[in-house]
T-cell receptor, first 115, second 114 residues
């Protein structure tokens, strides 16, 4: 299994500012992902955080808005840039772990409110 | 793109009942399927993972079945308890280069009252 922590757990931000969310895993993992959960909605994949190369973004998400870093196999950051109230969501990182089962594990999430 | 539908959207039952939560998905070419629970304002907890070659998987009071060809999975919860109250999400997963990219439905919001 994998234990994932995220910082901050929650934040309230002003529109136009940026927030960087950190994700730390207790073991080295190859695959790390960032998801967004807007109020009342299910989870949507933002991007795959690739170690040593640029992140791979899903349709509708762009690097300028959601820059991602992945400096090593245990850590990643997601920045939400130039925020607007529509960015108010829970942001979750996840990893795939387990040599055979390839179970996906999620962090506790970062709850963001943009005023 | 994978579309996931979960029925019912919400379920409210007295404790002790046996429950059935349904999940359907449009692309049956999956590698595995995972069931999660999400408590309000929290992250996701993995409950069960079924490989595409398996028909079912059990963990305690939970049993998940998979019919890959018809694009369906079912989560059975036996003898429900108030602590089971949460939103339950299923997520089929493709393999290869898309491994780890999960597509979620809106889930089933379960309330079990004493």
């Amino acid at each position: 299994s994998a234990v994932i922590s995220q910082k901050p757990s929650r934040d309230i931000c002003q529109r136009g500012t940026s927030l960087t969310i950190q994700c730390q895993v207790d073991s080295q993992v190859t695959m790390m992902f960032w998801y967004r959960q807007q109020p009342g909605q299910s989870l949507t994949l933002i991007a795959t955080a690739n170690q040593g190369s640029e992140a791979t973004y899903e349709s509708g998400f762009v690097i300028d808005k959601f820059p991602i870093s992945r400096p090593n196999l245990t850590f990643s950051t997601l920045t939400v840039s130039n925020m607007s109230p529509e960015d108010s969501s829970i942001y979750l990182c996840s990893v795939v772990a387990g040599a055979i089962q390839e179970t996906q594990y999620f962090g506790p999430g970062t709850r963001l409110l943009v005023l | 793109k994978q579309e996931v539908t979960q029925i019912p959207a919400a379920l409210s039952v007295p404790e002790g009942e046996n429950l059935v939560l349904n999940c359907s998905f449009t692309d049956s070419a999956i590698y595995n399927l995972q069931w999660f629970r999400q408590d309000p304002g929290k992250g996701l907890t993995s409950l069960l993972l079924i490989q595409s070659s398996q028909r079912e998987q059990t963990s305690g009071r939970l049993n998940a079945s998979l019919d890959k060809s018809s694009g369906r999975s079912t989560l059975y919860i036996a003898a429900s308890q108030p602590g089971d109250s949460a939103t339950y999400l299923c997520a089929p997963q493709k393999g290869g280069s898309t491994l780890g990219r999960l597509y979620f439905g809106r889930g089933t919001q379960l309330t079990v009252w004493p």
